[in-house]
Nanobody
């Protein structure tokens, strides 16, 4: 099972990025896809999650209204649209797959390698 995150980069405050997560190696039809992030010196934190059907989403309060999670289950792809970026959004962003819609990272079984997002002020 593999998750491959991509799409990170350097952007100015107020800008946008779209992160992608490609899932392969098994059927993810019963799984939830999540995004987490980890800034230097800080613990990994939940960002957003979506059911595989795409009908249920869950966001951290810090990103609600600015970030949008989506899924294309025909392509085994999950996305995270990041808008109105702030310097405090700077972190390595990880995609993950798990059995339930939760913000608890230990519940997620599979993890991608992470993609760096840097927001300059």
């Amino acid at each position: 099972v593999q998750l491959q995150a991509s799409g990170g980069g350097l952007v100015q405050a107020g800008g946008s990025l779209r992160l992608s997560c490609a899932a392969s190696g098994r059927s993810f039809s019963s799984y939830v896809m999540g995004w987490f992030r980890q800034a230097p010196g800080k613990e990994r934190e939940f960002v957003a999650a979506i059911s595989w059907s795409g009908t249920t989403t869950y966001y951290a309060d810090s990103v609600k209204g600015r970030f949008t999670i989506s899924i294309d289950n025909a392509k085994n792809m999950a996305y995270l649209q990041l808008n109105s970026l702030k310097p405090e959004d700077t972190a390595v962003y990880y995609c993950a797959a798990g059995p339930v819609l939760t913000m608890a990272s230990p519940i997620y079984d599979y993890w991608g390698q992470g993609t760096q997002v840097t927001v300059s002020s």
